[in-house]
């Protein structure tokens, strides 16, 4: 079926990419020598180049953001709702740029990919990436590709966090900050999350210490159950009853039946499992989870958030989704207080949705409309 | 709230203020507090569609409710801090005006007057609670939770150790001078210039 590229879609795009000769030196000191990455931009940059929008991906997300690969393409690109001509981050006007995060797997430099030293996939030898590293060799894609400053660095969740370490590390370069469903750091709760899902990983035979790439095996068994238990979070649970409630695919609840009973949930849950495990490397998914927990926006400011975000020189819109339990309300909050106290311009909303964390990528008319509204004041008039 | 309430409000914020606009609604009233008076504003309105409409208009707004203590703001951070005709939809008034004159200089709070001889009137003859057009809801079906009048204001302001600086009564045309003389009998609504004693 050839997709629907009509009113509102970027169409039809094609990756970039960029290769980096200069070393790139992550926070722990690990050395890349050269690195690539993977990038797609929707939309024109203008001559002042003014208009260009840094969209940041979240844990599970790519650089492809909107928009199809081909016209046989199942769904578009994972952000495609809000960008677009004539949607909340107009193409028509701004310059979209999206790339995949060192480490990640779809393209960049990333455990799946060779380690020139060696020849061999980098495996569990890929250094560990943190938020900052990210924002860094962003800043180099933006220089490659002849950008002067963001009009706008835009993300929800993991990409919030990489938006407000972009105003924070690199001020004069972030006009605007849209950080969504985000957290200044990981509660302990959070961390436990993560932990589950590596020892998932990690407990799968055939991860073989991180090597299965070489040793021509998959730990599928591990991810899926690591994503079961990630997707689960991103879910609230009054939006799993509306979906799932107690239905069930298979089996009956008659007193005789004593076939195999499978809710819907679970048969839900079975499948984002297993169409994750084999999409996903197991690697980038222990690296990803863990440049989460390391995230602290404070860290470098005595912990006090307050003073992290007097550097910075963006106009801050945060917004939260009322039922998102991964990185609730409050935490949006601390952000947004924090940037009062600071005396930064902000604009906060919480958006009341049963979408959970998700809620950032799912339609809500509201969470469009308020997007729409501030997106205006983006870029040149 | 009146046109005649509001400039009145926008003739006590100082140029270039930063404002604070409790209850801010859509936004209207501070986008034209910062055309005139060059104030730099934030609103603060619980309700998802004003926001959308303010933050349309260019401002900036935060979604909270007043009722929840206001955390988000934090002292001085502003010159003057609005509440208009919102006090009488507060859980606790004396809790959100103490706060007032506590995050900014100088406050200014409207309200309608519940000691209009109309209201009285309504209770003292009737015997029933007073509805009109500027109070349109039946009492068990209102936000306006906690009428007041102008004595009562202020009473309050001296126990909350809080000075008037200023109060603007509006009255019915006919009533100009009688809502000067005697507010609390004649003024349909009150708005008051205030700030924390010895501030």
């Known amino acids: ?381 | 709230m009146s046109r005649l309430d509001l400039d009145t409000v926008l003739s006590w914020v100082p140029e270039g203020s930063r404002v604070l606009d409790l209850g801010c609604g859509d936004g209207a009233f501070l986008a034209r507090l910062s055309e005139e008076r060059g104030a730099v504003g934030v609103g603060v309105d619980i309700d998802p569609a004003n926001l959308v409409t303010a933050v349309s208009r260019g401002l900036d707004v935060i979604q909270e409710d007043i009722n929840d203590g206001l955390h988000c703001v934090i002292a001085n951070r502003f010159d003057v801090v609005i509440l208009a005709h919102a006090l009488q939809e507060l859980t606790h008034p004396h809790i959100a005006l103490q706060r007032m004159v506590d995050i900014a200089d100088e406050a200014i709070v409207s309200f309608p007057n519940f000691g209009h001889w109309s209201c009285r009137l309504h209770l003292g003859v009737k015997g029933r609670m007073p509805m009109s057009r500027v109070m349109p809801r039946h009492w068990y079906d209102t936000p306006n939770i906690h009428f007041c009048t102008v004595t009562d204001f202020d009473a309050l302001c001296s126990a909350l150790h809080i000075d008037i600086i200023d109060r603007a009564t509006i009255a019915g045309p006919a009533q100009h001078f009688l809502g000067r003389w005697f507010p609390n009998l004649f003024a349909t609504s009150a708005i008051y210039r205030i700030r924390r004693s010895g501030g």
């Open chain 1, 1 to 381: 079926m050839a997709v629907n590229l009509s009113d509102g879609s970027v169409g039809l795009v094609t990756p970039q990419v960029a290769h980096f000769d200069e070393p790139f030196t992550f926070s722990s000191g690990a050395v890349l020598r050269s690195h690539e990455l993977v990038y797609e931009t929707y939309g024109q940059l203008n001559n002042a180049g003014d208009n260009a929008v840094l969209i940041c991906h979240a844990l599970s997300g790519s650089h492809h953001a909107a928009g199809y690969h081909s016209q046989d393409d199942r769904r578009p690109g994972w952000w495609d709702l809000a960008i677009g001509p004539g949607k909340p981050i107009d193409t028509d006007r701004l310059y979209v740029v999206c790339s995949n995060n060192l480490g990640c797997c779809d393209g960049s430099s990333g455990p799946n990919t060779i380690n020139p030293a060696t020849s061999e996939p980098w495996g569990g030898a890929f250094p560990q990436p943190q938020v900052k590293d990210w924002v860094r060799s962003q800043k180099r894609l933006a220089e490659h590709l002849n950008i002067p400053r963001w009009a706008a660095v835009i993300g929800g969740s993991l990409g919030g966090m990489q938006a407000l370490q972009w105003a924070v590390d690199f001020p004069d370069w972030v006009e605007h900050c849209i950080a969504l469903a985000a957290a200044p750091g990981l509660t302990a709760q959070n961390i436990a999350f993560n932990e589950i899902a590596r020892h998932a990983i990690l407990s799968d035979p055939d991860w073989c210490q991180g090597d299965y790439l070489a040793q021509g095996k998959l730990p599928t068994r591990g991810v899926a159950l690591a994503r079961m238990v990630g997707h689960l979070t991103y879910m609230s649970a009054d939006g799993m009853s509306d979906r799932f409630g107690r239905e069930l695919r298979e089996g009956s609840f008659a007193p005789s039946d004593n076939s195999e009973w499978v809710f819907q949930v679970e048969s839900y849950l079975r499948h984002q499992g297993a169409r994750f495990s084999t999409q996903f490397d197991a690697n980038t998914y222990v690296l990803m989870t863990r440049a989460l927990d390391l995230f602290d926006l404070a860290a470098e400011y005595k912990n006090d958030l307050v003073a992290a975000l007097s550097v910075a020189k963006a106009n801050f819109l945060i917004a939260s989704f009322s039922s998102d339990w991964r990185f609730p309300p409050q935490r949006s909050i601390e952000i947004r207080d924090a940037l009062l106290a600071a005396g930064k311009p902000v604009t906060y909303a919480n958006i009341d949705t049963d979408n959970g964390h998700d809620g950032f990528l799912l339609p809500n008319p509201t969470y469009q409309a308020l997007l729409s509204a501030w997106m205006c004041r983006v870029g040149p008039a």
